[in-house]
């Protein structure tokens, strides 16, 4: 059975940081990212999800201009863990977080970005909160 599992959302003020963690079990997937769904979206499902930052099997990596130079997208292939580290934290953050990942996207992390609803698999989310 295939599974994503998010930690390490929380609540921080506005210039803090937090680091989001993606346990992959049942597979090595080639294809992972980042997404974020603000408040009052959760109606809209998978539509309404905001790339964040995304890497490809290549390992290449593309984020959203709004979080250039504060995230980082890592990836640790020996325990098939995906990470998020976000510094700087502003309020427009706050958003709920989930982790994505696809075994057949042979796409560019920029490509990856953009298109959600192409993801197979999709964890619970974790709920980050920035207060200003």
């Known amino acids: 059975q295939f599974q994503l599992v998010e930690s390490g959302g929380g609540s921080v003020q506005a210039g803090g940081s937090l680091r989001l963690s993606c346990a992959a079990s049942?597979?090595?997937?080639?294809?992972m990212g980042w997404f974020r769904q603000a408040p009052g979206k959760e109606r809209e499902g998978v539509a309404a999800?905001?790339?964040?930052?995304?890497?490809?099997?290549?390992?290449?990596?593309s984020y959203a201009d709004s979080v250039k130079g504060r995230f980082t997208i890592s990836q640790d292939n020996a325990t098939n863990t995906l990470y998020l580290q976000m510094n700087s934290l502003k309020p427009e953050d706050t958003a709920m977080y989930y982790c994505?990942?696809?075994?057949?996207?042979?796409?560019?992390?920029?490509?990856?970005?953009?298109?959600?609803?192409?993801?197979?698999?999709w964890g619970q989310g974790t709920q980050v909160a920035v207060s200003s």
């Open positions: 994505a990942a696809d075994l057949h996207l042979g796409e560019s992390a920029w490509w990856l970005l953009l298109h959600a609803r192409d993801f197979g698999d």
């Open positions: 049942g597979n090595t997937y080639s294809s």
């Open positions: 999800r905001e790339g964040v930052a995304a890497i490809d099997s290549d390992g290449s990596t």
